[in-house]
């Protein structure tokens, strides 16, 4: 289990990050969390609290109960996958290589037999076989996101964190990732954190939406609890009209 | 099938190295001939020789590597980021002040102001947030420039101009200091052991943090081997030019930038690379010799600029399908 307690962040006006104060949540097992909250409002700068990548200047986080800076980094990297927004490829590499890398933490790069056989699994249940000896590079940009993913199925962690895995992906290979994300959860039980951008796949494929306002959480809940003109109209500052498909509901944000 | 190719040519070229000299009838042979003056060459002269030109071949060709990883800039080398001219300058200063003192102190002297001067670069590099890549070289070798009056300058004041002229020719004629070039062996071990991390850093510093690296560490163990190789191959034969930067371009673009399967390729492309050059240097006013460094400039330079060239072009193309 993943709590976060008081955590407080402060950055000048110079950095890059997001300031966050005072936030404590606690991440539902087995679940899909959705982060949501217009830009700057914290949320990278949550997920990189939690998944210890920057320390908590004040607060702290626990995995499992025990605080996760007493926690050797190579401990972490066994419980935790954090998946960044962008990844500019600088380095000619191939899929299989890149997913051989999700097995550091568990072998430092010497791969025995069962980190293979991991590996194996993984490029199969990314569907990404007949791709597994191409160039990053040589790929489209969801199949590059499918095998980031593979890369971080074969760090074999409970939790993964994923900051806007839908960037630069289109309608089809969007949707594709948000399946594959609930997969993760319901086939192999993994716990998702993942930042959104489009409220409207966190309405449809989270189970829990954690709305962030200006460094603080402004509202947690079920989607139907957050996806509110009254939550939403104020995180965003914009006029939201909300209506029902199938049970659930969607937004519309067009004047 | 690249791999045979590029074994075939590497033997074929250190034979030949072994072959070429001022005297005709030294070989490989006359290690089994009873000739003892042609035995002594061999193992004095040709031997020392060749194999100097493969370590500090692969050597540089490692650092340039590592250097283009940590940095994430294809363009990043010893020669393109102020190392070789910062090893000259702490050379020089050794022995201006200390006078002549053996090679291992002089390299030393080269590998501690090598490595502070790239710890500044990359320092001030960082700061700057240059987005094109393109200008991180051009940057570097003004950087390098500065670095280059300022030893200038001290031979002046010290009347070692000849001195340093001599340390900025690259050559593997001198004979003597070779023995300096094996010290690169070392930092290679510890590049081919380090190999897969210096590949994921190359995948950025919160790839590298996610999967539990301490990259800091990882950092400044890279740019201490580079910073080992390019001091130990300045004080055993100068410079080398464009290697660390021409020949890592060139390997990954066949092998790939997984260094864990490429780093032997790599080197032996870096061996073929100034082996060919330097035979060309012997062979060009045979039975005199050409300074390496002059070879390697020309070919290197030329390869060099249609980097560039392609680098500033396709950059743009890059952006545009972004």
Same mark, same amino acid.
């Not at chain 1, 760090?155 to 630069?168: K, R, S, V």
């Given at each position: 289990?993943?709590?976060?307690?008081?955590?407080?962040?402060?950055?000048?006006?110079?950095?890059?990050?997001?300031?966050?104060?005072?936030? *404590?949540?606690?991440? @539902?097992?087995?679940?899909?969390? =959705?982060? &949501?909250? %217009?830009?700057?409002?914290?949320?990278?700068? !949550?997920?990189?609290?939690?998944?210890?990548?920057?320390?908590?200047?004040?607060?702290?986080?626990?995995?499992?109960?025990?605080?996760?800076?007493?926690?050797?980094?190579?401990?972490?990297?066994?419980?935790?996958?954090?998946?960044?927004?962008?990844?500019?490829?600088?380095?000619?590499?191939?899929?299989?290589?890149?997913?051989?890398?999700?097995?550091?933490?568990?072998?430092?790069?010497?791969?025995?037999?069962?980190?293979?056989?991991?590996?194996?699994?993984?490029?199969?249940?990314?569907?990404?076989?007949?791709?597994?000896?191409?160039?990053?590079?040589?790929? *489209?940009?969801?199949? @590059?996101?499918?095998?980031?993913? =593979?890369? &971080?199925? %074969?760090?074999?962690?409970?939790?993964?964190? !994923?900051?806007?895995?839908?960037?630069?992906?289109?309608?089809?290979?969007?949707?594709?990732?948000?399946?594959?994300?609930?997969?993760?959860?319901?086939?192999?039980?993994?716990?998702?954190?993942?930042?959104?951008?489009?409220?409207?796949?966190?309405?449809?494929?989270?189970?829990?939406?954690?709305?962030?306002?200006?460094?603080?959480?402004?509202?947690?809940?079920?989607?139907?609890?957050?996806?509110?003109?009254?939550?939403?109209?104020?995180?965003?500052?914009?006029?939201?009209?909300?209506?029902?498909?199938?049970?659930?509901?969607?937004?519309?944000?067009?004047? | 099938?690249?791999?045979?190719?590029?074994?075939?040519?590497?033997?074929?070229?250190?034979?030949?190295?072994?072959?070429?000299?001022?005297?005709?009838?030294?070989?490989?042979?006359?290690?089994?001939?009873?000739?003892?003056?042609?035995?002594?060459?061999?193992?004095?002269?040709?031997?020392?020789?060749?194999?100097?030109?493969?370590?500090?071949?692969?050597?540089?060709?490692?650092?340039?590597?590592?250097?283009?990883?940590?940095?994430?800039?294809?363009?990043?080398?010893?020669?393109?980021?102020?190392?070789?001219?910062?090893?000259?300058?702490?050379?020089?200063?050794?022995?201006?002040?200390?006078?002549?003192?053996?090679?291992?102190?002089?390299?030393?002297?080269?590998?501690?102001?090598?490595?502070?001067?790239?710890?500044?670069?990359?320092?001030?590099?960082?700061?700057?947030?240059?987005?094109?890549?393109?200008?991180?070289?051009?940057?570097?070798?003004?950087?390098?420039?500065?670095?280059?009056?300022?030893?200038?300058?001290?031979?002046?004041?010290?009347?070692?101009?000849?001195?340093?002229?001599?340390?900025?020719?690259?050559?593997?004629?001198?004979?003597?200091?070779?023995?300096?070039?094996?010290?690169?062996?070392?930092?290679?071990?510890?590049?081919?052991?380090?190999?897969?991390?210096?590949?994921?850093?190359?995948?950025?510093?919160?790839?590298?943090?996610?999967?539990?690296?301490?990259?800091?560490?990882?950092?400044?163990?890279?740019?201490?081997?580079?910073?080992?190789?390019?001091?130990?191959?300045?004080?055993?034969?100068?410079?080398?030019?464009?290697?660390?930067?021409?020949?890592?371009?060139?390997?990954?673009?066949?092998?790939?930038?997984?260094?864990?399967?490429?780093?032997?390729?790599?080197?032996?492309?870096?061996?073929?690379?100034?082996?060919?050059?330097?035979?060309?240097?012997?062979?060009?006013?045979?039975?005199?010799?050409?300074?390496?460094?002059?070879?390697?400039?020309?070919?290197?330079?030329?390869?060099?600029?249609?980097?560039?060239?392609?680098?500033?072009?396709?950059?743009?193309?890059?952006?545009?399908?972004?």
């Amino acid at each position: 289990m993943i709590e976060v307690k008081n955590i407080s962040q402060t950055y000048d006006s110079r950095s890059e990050r997001d300031t966050i104060t005072d936030v *404590s949540l606690t991440v @539902r097992e087995n679940t899909i969390t =959705a982060l &949501i909250g %217009a830009n700057g409002a914290g949320k990278s700068t !949550l997920l990189s609290v939690m998944t210890n990548l920057i320390p908590a200047k004040k607060g702290n986080v626990t995995i499992d109960g025990v605080d996760v800076r007493k926690i050797k980094t190579s401990e972490v990297a066994k419980k935790v996958a954090f998946l960044k927004q962008t990844h500019q490829l600088s380095i000619k590499i191939t899929v299989r290589d890149l997913v051989e890398y999700g097995r550091f933490p568990h072998c430092g790069g010497r791969l025995k037999d069962t980190d293979h056989a991991k590996v194996n699994e993984c490029i199969d249940y990314m569907n990404l076989e007949e791709l597994s000896e191409k160039y990053l590079d040589e790929i *489209s940009g969801g199949q @590059r996101q499918r095998a980031f993913i =593979a890369m &971080i199925l %074969a760090q074999d962690t409970p939790y993964i964190f !994923l900051d806007e895995p839908l960037n630069n992906l289109d309608i089809k290979y969007s949707v594709e990732m948000m399946k594959i994300v609930h997969k993760l959860v319901s086939e192999l039980d993994k716990t998702v954190v993942i930042v959104l951008h489009d409220i409207n796949f966190a309405a449809a494929y989270a189970g829990h939406i954690v709305a962030m306002k200006d460094g603080k959480i402004y509202k947690e809940g079920t989607p139907n609890e957050v996806i509110t003109t009254e939550v939403l109209n104020p995180v965003f500052d914009h006029d939201f009209h909300i209506t029902e498909h199938d049970g659930k509901n969607i937004c519309l944000y067009y004047d | 099938m690249k791999r045979l190719i590029m074994s075939t040519t590497f033997l074929i070229l250190t034979l030949l190295s072994l072959e070429i000299g001022a005297m005709s009838e030294v070989g490989l042979s006359s290690l089994f001939s009873g000739d003892e003056m042609a035995r002594f060459i061999f193992l004095h002269s040709r031997l020392p020789r060749t194999l100097a030109v493969i370590l500090a071949a692969a050597g540089l060709s490692v650092a340039g590597l590592i250097m283009q990883s940590i940095s994430r800039n294809k363009f990043m080398s010893p020669t393109t980021a102020g190392t070789t001219d910062a090893a000259a300058l702490g050379l020089l200063i050794s022995f201006v002040f200390l006078g002549h003192m053996s090679g291992y102190i002089q390299a030393i002297f080269a590998f501690i102001f090598a490595l502070a001067g790239t710890l500044l670069f990359t320092a001030v590099i960082n700061r700057l947030k240059i987005r094109e890549v393109v200008y991180i070289p051009l940057l570097g070798m003004m950087y390098g420039g500065v670095l280059g009056a300022v030893a200038t300058t001290i031979a002046f004041q010290f009347e070692a101009q000849q001195v340093l002229n001599q340390f900025n020719m690259g050559t593997f004629a001198r004979l003597g200091n070779f023995d300096l070039v094996y010290v690169v062996i070392a930092p290679l071990v510890v590049a081919v052991i380090y190999a897969t991390r210096f590949s994921i850093i190359g995948l950025g510093e919160d790839f590298a943090k996610n999967l539990g690296l301490n990259y800091n560490r990882v950092v400044m163990v890279g740019l201490v081997i580079v910073s080992l190789i390019s001091a130990s191959t300045f004080v055993a034969v100068g410079p080398l030019p464009f290697v660390g930067l021409i020949i890592p371009n060139m390997a990954t673009s066949f092998y790939g930038d997984n260094l864990k399967k490429s780093i032997f390729d790599l080197m032996m492309f870096g061996a073929v690379f100034v082996l060919a050059c330097d035979i060309a240097s012997r062979l060009i006013i045979f039975p005199f010799e050409m300074n390496v460094s002059v070879t390697i400039s020309l070919v290197g330079g030329v390869i060099f600029m249609v980097y560039l060239i392609r680098g500033m072009y396709g950059g743009k193309k890059s952006r545009k399908a972004a």
